[in-house]
């Protein structure tokens, strides 16, 4: 399967650079071979190969295979973590099916330079296997205080809060439909900072057990507890 920038529709696309290396020397496509394409937008079409070059392929692009995805209306806002661990938590939310990742920066986030373009590589990656037709959109990285600030009107904030949230599935199960999650920093938030986040009415702190658990696998459990909850 392979995400294409370009939109797609009937007729004929050019591969080049990784993906036609991808395709042709680590997949060893074939004239005639059938490739799956997705744009994230129109579906998911399916591709002939019906040239295959050395550093280049041309697909004709003749039907779609599948609409695109319902993607449940749940924001993950997270504390960017240290490189391993970030790309591990960006892959999983999006296997998970998230519609929106959201760099939170609090005041203990350890890292100060996110690097975007190779955290969509990993959302790309990820949908690619996972067999998603939509990539969740990654936000420009915002402060907590902005984001609470700006935050609609309509969306509840499940923020994971260790030291004293209500039980996470049954409040997840009460939620509307659009939800976001927020998780803390490997440092955890500030008391200044979790009374801003509890200041806020669409604000539900919610507890994911009696354990401390890793801010990734926090934003794991509690986006699969969501998706058990509301997902579709
Ligand atoms: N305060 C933690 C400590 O004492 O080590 C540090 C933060 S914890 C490593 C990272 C984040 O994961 C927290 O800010 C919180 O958002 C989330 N988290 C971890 N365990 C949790 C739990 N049992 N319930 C809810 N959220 C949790």
């Not at 999006?94 to 760099?103: H, I, T, W």
């Not at 373009?117 to 690619?128: G, I, Y």
């Not at 499940?158 to 803390?184: C, K, N, S, T, W």
């Amino acid at each position: 399967r392979l995400f294409v920038e370009q939109p797609l529709g009937p007729g004929q696309i050019r591969i080049e650079g990784a993906q036609a290396h991808y395709l042709v020397s680590v997949m060893r496509t074939k004239v005639g071979d059938p490739v799956k394409l997705f744009d994230g937008v129109s579906g998911e079409w399916l591709g002939v190969a019906s040239m295959v070059g050395k550093r280049d392929l041309l697909l004709d692009v003749t039907e779609r295979l599948r609409e695109r995805e319902h993607v449940p209306d749940l924001w993950l806002c997270a504390a960017p973590l240290k490189k391993g661990r970030v790309d591990w938590l960006v892959e999983k939310a999006c296997e998970l099916g998230v519609a929106r990742l959201m760099p939170t920066l609090t005041r203990r986030t350890v890292v100060d330079r996110l690097n975007l373009e190779r955290l969509r590589a990993h959302m790309v990656e990820a949908a690619e296997q996972c067999g998603r037709t939509a990539v969740p959109d990654l936000a420009e990285p915002v402060k907590l205080s902005g984001l609470l600030r700006d935050w609609p009107e309509d969306r509840t904030l499940f923020f994971a809060d260790e030291a004293g949230g209500v039980p996470a599935l049954a409040a997840m199960q009460a939620g509307g439909a659009a939800a976001a999650i927020l998780i803390g920093p490997e440092g955890g938030f500030d008391d200044a900072e979790r009374d801003a986040i509890r200041a806020l009415p669409q604000a539900i702190g919610i507890s994911l057990g009696p354990r401390i658990l890793r801010a990734d696998t926090a934003a794991a459990a509690a986006v699969s507890l969501w998706m058990a909850a509301k997902g579709d």
